[in-house]
């Protein structure tokens, strides 16, 4: 079983885009039994919030539901238990760190590292622009299953 953990700020946009389309892709490649994937945030701003209306119509657009999705909080627990942990950038990446720590046994990583154009996830709670952020997100969990997939080959 691999567990992905994708992580951002609130838990309202960019973390739970990613752990559906994540989910969507492993579906569609009949790899479900193989995954555990989920979502959280670095902040208590959003617990208990729904997916933003803006990023659940874009997902929606996209054959994609998040329903009964919720946000929450990480936790220490969550590096112990998750194999990778991706963050939608650099400033998720720096606030995780008193969840993981020292990130001893390298499972953090930035989710466009997984692509041909490493940087930050467009947040669209500032731009509004929920199609770069979807690209960038589609482009990113495409980059990431591949790596997944590669290692398991291995």
Not at 3 to 20: D, K, Q, T, W, Y
Request: negative net charge.
């Amino acid at each position: 079983m691999t567990r992905v953990l994708f992580v951002c700020h609130g838990n309202i946009c960019r973390s739970p885009m990613a752990e559906f389309v994540m989910k969507d892709m492993v579906e569609r490649a009949e790899m479900t039994h193989e995954f555990e994937i989920a979502s959280c945030a670095t902040s208590r701003e959003e617990i208990g919030n729904p997916v933003y209306p803006p990023a659940k119509k874009k997902l929606a657009e996209h054959g994609i539901s998040c329903e009964g999705k919720t946000a929450r909080q990480m936790t220490r627990e969550d590096y112990a238990h998750y194999d990778y942990i991706i963050a939608m950038d650099r400033y998720n990446i720096r606030n995780m760190a008193r969840f993981v720590g020292e990130d001893a046994d390298g499972k953090v990583a930035l989710l466009l590292d997984y692509t041909n154009r490493p940087g930050d996830v467009a947040d669209p709670w500032y731009t509004g622009d929920f199609e770069a952020t979807w690209q960038d997100v589609l482009c990113g969990c495409e980059g990431l299953l591949h790596a997944i997939k590669s290692k398991k080959a291995e």
